[in-house]
């Protein structure tokens, strides 16, 4: 059951200003935040997520904050803002305030592990990949019906990732292999077998590999414009594929280790993140190689490999997951020209993908971290567990939220680093989870096969009984 840490104001509070309660009514003064963030990211997020300052000084004495819808409310009648209207920050500010904690409420239940889960960008459908080869597309609107069933072509391992183009017509899907495979979503037909009741076109990466060996591709994203795919891959390469012209377009050898993680950095497409299992996050604009193969700029501040990486949008923020069990937050205007720094030989052996963290290591500092900020809680063991920021639109992005080796979903304030939430149902660990864009709703997917809903408010149902299944493998990846 999850439990809130930051709930909106109970019904008393938004008269008499009292303290927060969680559902077990304790109160959340206690939830100490980690830091504050020193940083213009800090204001930006204020901004965003904030009311007018003439609603924080709507009742006489002290400016308050958060202020209370019946506040809110009052102080739109009364057009105090002089807008007649709610602004967005104001939007942001009541709904960011209702987190996603009611639940869980099961979706689907598979007898294989969930390795991906993500909704479109306008929340209308549901994506969801699971070892067993399955793709699952939900309709959201119509009830989480399943609108697509894809049984994947070729797979090794497992699903690594998807994406579903912007005009949500075509899905690609990726796994331990050079060829990554797109479908057209948008037919009528429900079940999706490769090349027997729909094409799964191959793309092949592998165009600029001197063939030497196969390669695994770990992660993939759609461009803003549905033009062009971007991955990474265990040859520690990134890849541009042009979708028009239906070949490769670059490779970069980009890192020293598996890159793990890519994604553009805006909508210009310009900017790429990656992270690798080098430690290091790494700019690339392809507006302006330096050299070949050379970075824009490098970012150091990871005591081990990077799982995850999520944009902000905006060009110039960013986070990443780590396997030193943190999220960090990052400002590319602090990038380095080269790695300056030598973290040394570690005095403790670790493989991440069975061991736990060794406890010697979970105070340890890199000496040159470029970071803005690190956020702890959550742990990062056994795979790729991946992270975002919360919704524009209905949080001003005022939180991170992220997936946990644990079996729970962490949810952060930005600017203060704490826990708002935790939310506990899975019995294995939580690789992906994704909040709606629109709505105060979170879906988390985990290796028990299980994929739920957490919502705010409630449904007015009762959350189903899901039986667990205990999937037990040798080999994590």
């Known amino acids: 059951m999850g439990y809130a840490m930051s709930r909106l104001e109970i019904e008393s509070e938004l008269f008499d200003g009292g303290n927060v309660t969680n559902e077990a009514g304790s109160s959340n003064r206690s939830n100490k935040p980690l830091h504050n963030v020193d940083h213009e990211i800090a204001q930006l997020t204020n901004l965003r997520s904030n009311p007018h300052e003439r609603l924080r000084k709507l009742m006489p004495g002290k400016q308050q904050s958060p202020v209370s819808p019946v506040k809110m409310l009052a102080g739109r009648e009364g057009n105090y803002s002089g807008r007649g209207r709610f602004s967005s920050a104001d ?6 305030r209702y ?7 099961l979706v689907d239940q598979m007898t294989s592990r969930a390795y991906v889960s993500q909704f479109s960008a306008d929340g209308s459908l549901f994506v969801a990949g699971f070892q067993g080869s399955h793709i699952r597309i939900y309709n959201v609107d119509r009830g989480w019906k399943v609108q697509k069933d894809i049984l994947a072509k070729s797979l090794r391992w497992t699903v690594t990732d998807t994406s579903l183009s912007p005009d949500q017509r075509y899905l690609v899907y990726t796994s331990m292999s050079p060829i990554v495979h797109i479908v057209n979503v948008g037919h009528a037909t429900t079940e999706s077998l490769a090349n027997i009741t729909e094409i ?6 592998s165009a600029a590999n001197d063939g030497c060996y196969s390669f695994g591709i770990f992660s993939v994203k759609f461009s803003t414009d549905g033009r062009e795919l971007v991955a990474g891959s265990s040859d520690d390469s990134i890849y541009v594929y042009d979708l028009e012209a ?9 890192h020293t280790a598996d890159v793990n993680t890519v994604t553009f950095a805006d909508e210009s497409g310009n900017l790429i993140y990656s992270g690798s299992d080098d430690n290091l996050c790494k700019v690339w604009d392809r507006r302006c190689f330096i050299a070949k193969d050379k970075p824009a700029g490098i970012l150091m501040g990871h005591m081990e490999g990077i799982t995850y990486l999520d944009s902000r949008g905006d060009g110039r923020y960013f986070i990443s997951n780590g396997k030193d069990q943190t999220i960090k937050l990052w400002d590319i205007r602090k990038m380095s020209s080269n ?22 290591a979970r105070d340890l500092k890199h000496p040159c971290d470029q970071s803005v900020a690190t956020y702890k809680g959550h742990s990062v063991l056994r795979t790729l567990i991946r992270c975002y920021f919360s919704p524009e639109y209905s949080t001003g992005q005022k939180y991170i ?3 946990s080796h644990d079996s729970r979903v962490y949810i952060y304030d930005v600017a203060t680093g704490a826990q708002v939430a935790v939310l506990k149902h899975h019995t294995s660990p939580v690789r992906d989870c994704s909040w709606h864009p629109h709505y105060p709703m979170l879906v988390s997917s985990s290796w028990d096969g299980d994929v739920v809903k957490w919502e705010f408010p409630d449904n007015g149902q009762a959350p189903a009984s899901v039986s667990k299944k205990r999937i037990r493998r040798r080999y994590y990846y």
Not at 99 to 105: S, Y
Not at 246 to 254: F, G, P, Q, W, Y
């Open 91 to 96: 939007c942001c500010h009541m709904l960011s």
């Open 99 to 105: 987190l996603p904690v009611n639940g869980p409420w």
């Open 200 to 205: 799964h076109e191959g793309l092949d990466f």
């Open 246 to 254: 239906n070949k490769l377009s670059l490779r970069i050898v980009s």
């Open 339 to 360: 790695t300056t720094c030598n973290l040394g030989f570690r005095n403790y052996e670790w493989d991440y993908r069975w061991m736990d963290y060794p406890p010697q």
């Open 401 to 403: 939220y992220t997936g």
